[in-house]
């Protein structure tokens, strides 16, 4: 079985996570005996193996930029975002209500309770059929809350092939 941490919270589901550190993070309700928890991690050891490899394909094609690529890639993104979100919100008749540029890691975009929507500036590492995807789907946030069949549907009418596209931020 893998070594793992454990963080037991207030919560109902037991879960695991595979961090940037390589490490096996399992999340568990504060009550839950530990036998039922090795067992669960147990049981999750071909999902544990495939996610490890799968974040190390990750780490290697996604390393931390040199200061110089960073600000580069900044410089894209401040040029390049806001545009895009003007030009794909008159095309999909949706406004957010500001557009800013974050170091966030693991988070490319979101769109908070206001419509106010954040990226990375680690997206424009991406193609960029897949940041133009991004953008959409954090727009679609703005009427739809959720990843529901009318979210994926306003999606799909600006972008139908937004599953190739979301494919290319997977890797």
Same mark, same amino acid.
């Given at each position: 079985m893998h070594k793992y941490n454990l963080?037991?919270?207030?919560?109902?589901?037991?879960?695991?996570?595979?961090?940037?550190?390589?490490e096996v993070l399992v999340r568990a309700p504060v009550r839950m005996p530990q036998g039922d928890i090795d067992r669960?991690?147990?049981?999750?050891?071909?999902?544990?193996?495939?996610?490890m490899e799968k974040m190390k394909?990750?780490?290697?094609?996604?390393?931390? #930029?040199? %200061?110089?690529?960073e600000a580069m890639l900044r410089k894209r993104a /401040?040029?390049?975002?806001?545009?895009?979100?003007?030009?794909?919100?008159?095309?999909?008749?949706?406004?957010?209500?500001?557009v800013k540029i974050t170091s966030a890691k693991t988070?490319?975009?979101?769109?908070?309770?206001?419509?106010g929507i954040c990226f990375s500036w680690r997206l424009m590492q991406? #193609?960029? %059929?897949?940041?133009?995807?991004?953008?959409?789907?954090?727009? /679609?946030?703005?009427?739809?809350k959720n990843h529901g069949k009318l979210f994926y549907?306003?999606?799909?009418?600006?972008m139908p092939d937004y599953k190739e596209r979301r494919a290319l931020l997977k890797g």
């Open positions: 963080k037991r919270s207030n919560r109902k589901t037991v879960s695991i996570e595979i961090t940037r550190n390589l669960f991690v147990e049981s999750h050891e071909k999902w544990i193996e495939k996610s394909r990750r780490l290697e094609n996604h390393r931390e #930029p040199t %200061e110089e690529e /401040a040029e390049y975002l806001p545009a895009a979100v003007e030009h794909y919100s008159s095309l999909m008749g949706l406004k957010a209500a500001y988070r490319l975009g979101s769109c908070g309770p206001k419509n991406y #193609p960029k %059929e897949a940041i133009d995807y991004v953008v959409v789907h954090e727009l /679609a946030h703005t009427v739809h549907k306003c999606i799909e009418e600006i």
